[in-house]
């Protein structure tokens, strides 16, 4: 069974940065599409970010600007760089593997998350 273990979450106010990643047991990464997905409360889950495997991207409306997808291949990785956060942005960030850039997941299995609070 595969594992996701996601990172960097934090506080921060309006405006600031924040860089999350998501390492993946084994090499699942390698061969497949990843994404990032957020929850925030009361809300379903929805797909932000995601990135091929030759690095094609796809941005859903509202971070399209602020953030930025990216992977390692190497490390099993895979980071998203959010910049000119808003709270909106607030939310539990997980990540997983996609069956296309649009989603959905290709299994049911999440990570911990990590949680992000964007709050003056």
């Known amino acids: 069974q595969v594992q996701f273990v996601e990172s960097g979450g934090g506080l921060v106010q309006p405006g600031e940065s924040l860089r999350v990643s998501c390492a993946a047991s084994g090499s699942i990464f390698r061969i497949f599409i990843v994404g990032w997905y957020r929850q925030a409360p009361g809300k379903q889950r929805e797909l932000v970010a995601a990135?091929?495997?030759?690095?094609?991207?796809n941005y859903v409306d509202s971070v399209k600007g602020r953030f930025t997808i990216s992977r390692v291949n190497a490390k099993n990785t895979v980071y998203l760089q959010m910049n000119s956060l808003k709270p909106e942005d607030t939310a539990v960030y997980y990540c997983n593997v996609l069956k296309s850039l649009d989603g959905p997941s290709v299994n049911d299995y999440w990570g911990q998350g990590t949680q992000v609070t964007v709050s003056s």
């Open positions: 990135i091929s495997t030759g690095g094609s991207t």
